[in-house]
């Protein structure tokens, strides 16, 4: 059973159990009318592009880049480089080939248009990318970076990926048919009694002073929160089981779109400090959180919640 948090009036934190159909087994809210058929897409195909794009558009610049293949979008740890945006242009028209009528919604197309995330309202599918989440590691020549594409539909998650091709996995999951990485089923578990939580953060490059003061609450006995590095491979890191918890304090969907739902078909759970499941959309109560199990989410939302 996949279980989804809210948070009582009285201030106590409730788990409200979904039974785990294939509409609750997404963030965000079930959609209205039918959901997108997915049976006559070739997710194979789907797959096949993400490696295309990163085999011809990243992996050749990573550790080649030349100092004016870099820029920064909003700041000086706020970088885009050639790769992304090639990326970002290969993904959009494969994808979108592959499922005519469908809209792309990407991080670099998002900043130059925002109006380009009005896509996320309509009824047609979406693809959500992130060409290159962690484009400051990939700068570095750090290999933790990745590629993510989400499939969403009127609001809901119905199939992601997530690629290291630096590190070879391809992680991938389908609303309400688990998740896998490079073939293998993924299960998140839970940590064991008494262990000391291992909690990814928002990095404090990206946050204001008062984001840092709440997710501040989680430096307490029996948590160890850590800056997280790139978004979506800490949530492949929780679908495995290897840290327990992510907090964030922003709601990109590129950002988290993918890996909220892998972390969910990996039998995970996911909340906002308002006690409701992540809208793509946007628009959320935050900080929220993922995490391996939903007693774990619930601990981390209740800290977090005791802040505000």
């Known amino acids: 059973m996949i279980e989804a948090l809210r948070t009582q009036e009285a201030g106590e934190t409730a788990i409200t159990p979904i039974a785990a159909t294939p509409s609750a087994a997404t963030p965000g809210p079930a959609p209205d009318g039918p959901s997108l058929d997915l049976s006559a897409l070739d997710l194979a195909a789907v797959e096949a592009a993400v490696r295309r794009a990163a085999a011809d558009e990243i992996m050749p610049r990573f550790r080649q880049l030349a100092a004016e293949d ?10 885009v480089t050639v790769a992304d945006r090639l990326a970002e242009e290969h993904l959009t028209v494969s994808l979108t080939a592959l499922l005519p009528g469908s809209r792309v919604v990407g991080e670099e197309a998002v900043h130059a248009d925002p109006g380009v ?3 996320l309202h309509g009824d047609a599918p979406v693809w959500i990318v992130d060409p290159v989440d962690g484009t ?4 570095h020549g750090d290999p933790g970076f ?3 594409v989400a499939l969403a539909h009127r609001g809901e998650v119905l199939a992601s990926w997530t690629y290291a091709p630096a590190l070879g996995l391809m992680a991938v999951a389908r609303r309400g048919a688990g998740a896998r990485l490079n073939g293998v089923p993924l299960q998140a578990g839970s940590p064991s009694a008494g262990a000391v939580l291992d909690v990814a953060t928002s990095h404090y490059d990206f946050t204001d002073d008062e984001q840092k003061r709440v997710l501040a609450t989680l430096e307490t006995g029996g948590i160890a929160p850590r800056p997280c590095g790139s978004a979506g491979l800490e949530y492949l890191h929780i679908a495995r089981g290897e840290i327990d918890a992510t907090a964030f304090s922003w709601e990109n969907a590129w950002d988290h779109a993918a890996g909220l739902l892998l972390v969910h078909e990996a039998g995970g759970a996911s909340g906002t400090v308002a006690g409701q499941p992540f809208r793509i959309e946007g628009g959320n109560a935050l900080p929220f959180t ?6 774990t989410a619930r601990r981390i939302l209740g800290l977090l919640a005791a802040a505000n």
């Open 70 to 79: 870099i820029v920064e979008k909003n700041g000086p740890h706020d970088l």
């Open 290 to 295: 993922a995490a391996r199990d939903a007693e």
């Open 117 to 119: 995330l009005d896509a």
């Open 136 to 139: 400051r590691q990939f700068v």
């Open 146 to 148: 990745c590629t993510l």
